[in-house]
T-cell receptor
């Protein structure tokens, strides 16, 4: 089973709202990722968590705040977003074992975010 | 830094025919992985196939196969007996096998495949 789930599927928020995106996997993976994807563009990496610790932050604005409460769950907290933050937000996970050469990322279905 | 180039922004194929999507990459590393991901209109990125650079044999997954030319840094995807469900954006991706790379994926810009009935 290579299932990564994301909720909600769609989210519309105002620039003053606070909302959260949720990602979950039950494959025992220890690495989890957030990507942002604009229409007809490849995904852009935002954050990587490895063993529940933030290992990569690709210079993402502080209005995006990731959180990894446990090895199965990844959240992305959103606050004071801009209209240009409207995009598809994808979560992915991989085994992430140290030195695992075969590490392969599996993606969730995404959350379509619209910022008004 | 590694780069991945997909030179065909759009391709089309007739149902039941064969189509090949191109991907080239640039790297100074000798040990890496290459992937093809498919993203249909439903948005979910689905892993299609994976190739390990140190393996000479081309990877295959049912109707999907790759032509991996390491010296030429080319990694094309062949879809045989195309089906309507194959219509999607296809992304080629590179990942270093070097542990210090944090196993980040580098994506190409994608090829939009249309399948005509």
């Amino acid at each position: 089973d290579t299932e990564v789930t994301q909720t909600p599927k769609h989210l519309v928020m105002g620039m003053t709202n606070k909302k959260s995106l949720k990602c979950e996997q039950h494959m025992g993976h220890r690495a989890m990722y957030w990507y942002k994807q604009k229409a007809k563009k490849p995904p852009e990496l935002m954050f990587v968590y490895s063993y529940e610790k933030l290992s990569i932050n690709e210079s993402v604005p502080s209005r995006f705040s990731p959180e990894c409460p446990n090895s199965s769950l990844l959240n992305l907290h959103l606050h004071a977003l801009q209209p240009e933050d409207s995009a598809l937000y994808l979560c992915a996970s991989s085994q992430g074992a140290q030195g695992d050469r075969t590490d392969t990322q599996y993606f969730g279905p995404g959350t379509r975010l619209t910022v008004l | 830094a590694q780069t991945v180039t997909q030179s065909q922004p759009e391709m089309s194929v007739q149902e039941a025919e064969t189509v090949t999507l191109s991907c080239t990459y640039d790297t100074s590393e000798s040990d890496y992985y290459l992937f093809w991901y498919k993203q249909p209109p439903s948005r979910q990125m689905i892993l299609v196939i994976r190739q390990e650079a140190y393996k000479q044999q081309n990877a295959t997954e049912n109707r999907f196969s790759v032509n991996f030319q390491k010296a030429a840094k080319s990694f094309s995807l062949k879809i045989s007996d195309s089906q309507l469900g194959d219509a999607a954006m296809y992304f080629c991706a590179y990942r270093s096998a070097f542990r210090g790379s944090n196993y980040k994926l580098t994506f190409g810009k994608g090829t939009l495949l249309t399948v005509n009935p």
